[in-house]
């Protein structure tokens, strides 16, 4: 009887430490959980807001900026090359989280996607290759020219809206990035390019003295802001947050300033 009960004692103490060690770790706030990531769509050819540099790496403005913001959230952040003119439906689809890119806020993509506050100030101007104006002084100008612009670009979309304006061009070429763009107009398959200042300029500034930027603007300035899934208010607020605080302590002026040797960003 006695080692009965001592092997039944044992069987029972055993049976209870077990469960005991199961519960323990449900009950423990410090155990260790999955980090956290933000996929964060954008063009990678989209100089200098993101792009891949000689290390095929991708790096930017805009990137630097996004690099900043998941590191005050405390979330890994992971880069995705997507295909611009379907951005809306990679976000949409869930493949990425956010779409932050040099966007344009516009009406039709407020349908669409929940944006961020203004956080930049954008233009669309005209580029022609270096000494050749062509008389160019306003968008009018373009009327008989072959003119460029990137797919799904504003420029795009304000050119296809605006009454008899691509009617009055020679040629309308689409690109599926301002690389490719650049080297046509550089080689005089077209006449003039339409593109945001911003990254026309950057541009500019890496191909030498092979472009004239001329102060002619096409179209209304638009805002640029970073875009969430439309259902997303938690995760745009706490960028957004966070954003707030990297313009207010100066460290977002600061990455402006690196790549634009300006602080380019928008103050509340």
């Known amino acids: 009887m006695k080692k009965f009960f001592m092997a039944a004692l044992l069987l029972v103490t055993m049976v209870f430490t077990g469960c005991g060690g199961d519960k323990a770790p449900a009950k423990t706030d410090g155990g260790a959980t999955e980090e956290s990531k933000i996929v964060i769509g954008l063009d990678d050819e989209y100089a200098p807001m993101g792009f891949k540099n000689e290390q095929n790496e ?22 995705k090359a997507i295909d611009w003119n379907s951005k809306e439906a990679e976000l949409k689809s869930g493949r990425i989280d956010i779409i932050w890119n040099g966007l344009d806020i516009t009406p039709e993509r407020q349908e669409n996607m929940l944006f961020s506050d203004p956080y930049m100030d954008n233009r669309q101007i005209i580029f022609v290759k270096k000494g ?45 990035d301002y690389v490719s763009a650049f080297m046509d107009l550089e080689n005089g398959r077209i006449d003039a390019l339409v593109c945001d200042e911003i990254v026309g300029r950057y541009a500019m500034s890496k191909q030498g003295d092979k472009f004239d930027a001329l102060n002619v603007t096409v179209g209304p300035v638009s805002e640029f802001g970073f875009a969430f899934r439309k259902d997303n208010t938690e995760l745009r607020d706490k960028v957004q947050k966070v954003f707030d605080e990297m313009v207010a302590d100066g460290s977002a002026a600061k990455i402006s300033e690196q790549w634009f040797g300006a602080d380019l960003l928008k103050k509340k």
């Open 132 to 176: 050749n104006d062509q008389g160019i002084m306003a968008e009018a100008d373009l009327a008989g020219k072959s003119v460029g612009t990137q797919a799904g670009s504003t420029a795009e979309a304000y050119i296809d809206k605006t009454d008899g304006f691509k009617d009055s061009f020679r040629e309308f070429k689409t690109y599926g």
């Open 58 to 79: 991708i790096v930017g403005f805009d990137v630097d900026l996004a690099k900043e913001a998941a590191k005050r959230l405390n979330s890994k952040v992971e880069f």
